[in-house]
């Protein structure tokens, strides 16, 4: 087999993976909060989705200051999310039913309650000593540069006993790493080898740009004020004021990946998703996936506001144009943003407009990371200020309300509880997600839950939409229209983003043939070619191919 069939045979190209929020998924022993035995109680159900992959957020041994990504043990799993064997049966059984599973590795920090932390912070002289990132004041006795923590206010925090600053990138309890030395780059990977020796298929690998910071602490330069936008970071967060070019995405980086590359590839076809937010996510993106480092990239450009059709185009467009032999990976939720139904359909979305989402998301070319709840329309959750639970929202209240809303439990039926404990869950569960759960969709032959299935089984079936190149098409502001070419096929994707019907010519495709696609709303192609699209519908044809000189 040669590397492009090798490649071509990899089970993450053009795969789904449903991403699972450990403690919000299904709590088995009473105590409000999801578990590991919940998610391997509900592995048939994720299976029957027509997923490819689970990829279980972070269920490590942690202080839970950031819920998990902030890890005290690599190796251990927190005892409120069950034990080591309780991984090793959920492992098993996903494998049985024919899912990959994925596991986040948070490598740039860990906890402030890690061990090597905790010899680290003593003085500047034990063993672990410069395995963080520790600078002197300057004079004044003020931090030594001026760089930001995503969660706002100075990226380092005074440390008294050694009389220094440390930097934290996230919360002052998620003290960086110093990738810089080469110890710290060994026992990283040796932690990831710990997983891999246990069988996991993949790594979610966060922040993964963070990894390395300027060695010199130059400062990040200022940001104009209409330029601080995207990515999540509002206007009222300093962190937007910078150009973050120093305290991330450092050139060194890519050794580092080369080094996780080399060791992943002595196991069995295991994948490597980058997630990368950086100044320019799409170029980072392209250089990461770039020949023996990541297999797949991972960014917050499609978990934006903006959901025209242009943007979406030039996103993708852009990647392809800088993106070589990488492969993308599109999400358009996930536990860090808005829920996709509300941050692009508003107030009341629609339900046909909630099952174009995935038709969207797993018909652009890549592979597709599906949120837990996206599977049923699930709204951003109004979780009120004394209940918060998340301390990016708390801190950013009212103006920014944090990720809770995103967070609240899986509802399986409309109990009290939805189904997903039998004691009061650690976020509230809304009356609206009761109305949408499991149990209520399963007896509904129109409901997302079924379109959603119905759409992955189908998708299966179309390699060109799994695997194929990608073109766009010209059409008129709301439809979206591209090709995907693959082995001799090509399949014309048409999909109205927009709440009224409308009539598109394409050009000259050549002849169109309809392609009855579950799921979505479904428009027609006329006898002219032209594409009729009810709102919020999708048209899937089989296109001719063009003819070779």
């Not at 672990?128 to 706002?152: E, H, M, Q, R």
Request: overall charge negative.
């Amino acid at each position: 087999m040669n590397d492009s069939q090798r490649q071509l045979a990899a089970w993450w190209r053009g795969a789904v993976i449903y991403q699972i929020y450990p403690r919000s998924f299904l709590d088995s022993n009473g105590d409000g909060v999801g578990d590991l035995p919940g998610i391997m109680a509900k592995l048939d159900y994720i299976a029957g989705l027509g997923v490819d992959a689970i990829w279980i957020s972070p269920f490590f041994k942690s202080p839970m200051a950031d819920f998990g990504y902030d890890i005290a043990d690599y190796r251990q799993v927190d005892p409120l999310f069950g034990t080591m064997a309780d991984f090793e049966r959920l492992l098993a059984k996903a494998h049985a039913l024919g899912l990959k599973v994925m596991i986040d590795q948070v490598l740039s920090h860990t906890s402030i309650e890690h061990a090597w932390f905790g010899e680290s912070r003593q003085d500047a002289h034990n063993p672990k000593a410069d395995w963080y990132v520790w600078a002197d004041a300057k004079d004044d006795g003020t931090p030594p540069n001026n760089w930001l923590s995503i969660f706002g206010g100075v990226a380092w925090r005074w440390e008294p006993r050694r009389r220094q600053y440390f930097l934290h990138n996230f919360l002052a309890d998620q003290p960086d790493l110093n990738f810089h030395n080469p110890q710290v780059r060994a026992a990283v990977l040796d932690n990831v080898r710990f997983w891999l020796d246990k069988g996991v298929d993949a790594f979610r690998l966060d922040a993964i740009n963070f990894c390395f910071h300027d060695a010199k602490l130059r400062n990040n330069p200022p940001k104009p004020a209409s330029e601080r936008v995207g990515r999540g970071f509002s206007p009222d967060n300093p962190y937007a004021f910078q150009y973050h070019y120093y305290n991330n995405t450092q050139p060194e980086n890519l050794s580092f990946l080369e080094d996780l590359r080399r060791l992943t590839d002595t196991y069995a076809n295991v994948a490597l998703l980058g997630e990368i937010s950086s100044e320019d996510a799409l170029a980072t993106m392209a250089e990461y996936t770039h020949g023996q480092r990541l297999q797949m990239g991972y960014s917050f450009e499609l978990l934006t506001n903006d959901f025209s059709a242009a943007y979406i185009r030039r996103t993708v467009e852009t990647l392809e144009a800088r993106m070589d032999d990488g492969w993308p990976c599109w999400a358009i939720s996930n536990h860090d943003v808005e829920r996709v139904a509300s941050r692009w359909g508003g107030a009341a979305p629609s339900n046909d407009f909630i099952k174009l989402l995935a038709a969207l998301v797993a018909s652009l070319r890549g592979s597709a990371c599906i949120y837990q709840g996206e599977e049923l329309g699930l709204t951003e959750a109004e979780v009120p200020f004394e209940q918060l639970q998340d301390p990016y929202g708390v801190a950013f209240w009212p103006n920014f309300k944090g990720r809770d809303g995103c967070r609240t439990p899986m509802p399986w039926n409309a109990g009290e509880h939805a189904g997903f404990s039998a004691a009061t869950p650690w976020l509230p569960v809304p009356a609206a997600h009761r109305v949408h759960a499991v149990a209520a969709q399963e007896g509904d032959r129109d409901s997302v839950l079924h379109a959603f299935r119905a759409f992955l089984r189908w998708r299966k079936s179309q390699p060109a939409l799994c695997l194929g190149d990608i073109r766009f098409v010209d059409a008129p502001e709301p439809v979206l229209a591209f090709t995907r070419t693959h082995a001799g096929e090509r399949v014309l994707v048409v999909l109205n983003l927009g709440g009224a019907e409308i009539d598109v010519a394409l050009g000259n495709l050549g002849a169109l043939v309809q392609l009855d696609a579950p799921g979505p709303r479904a428009g027609r192609v006329a006898e002219s070619g032209a594409v009729h699209l009810p709102a919020y519908a999708a048209v899937f044809a089989k296109a001719d191919l063009p003819q070779r000189d």
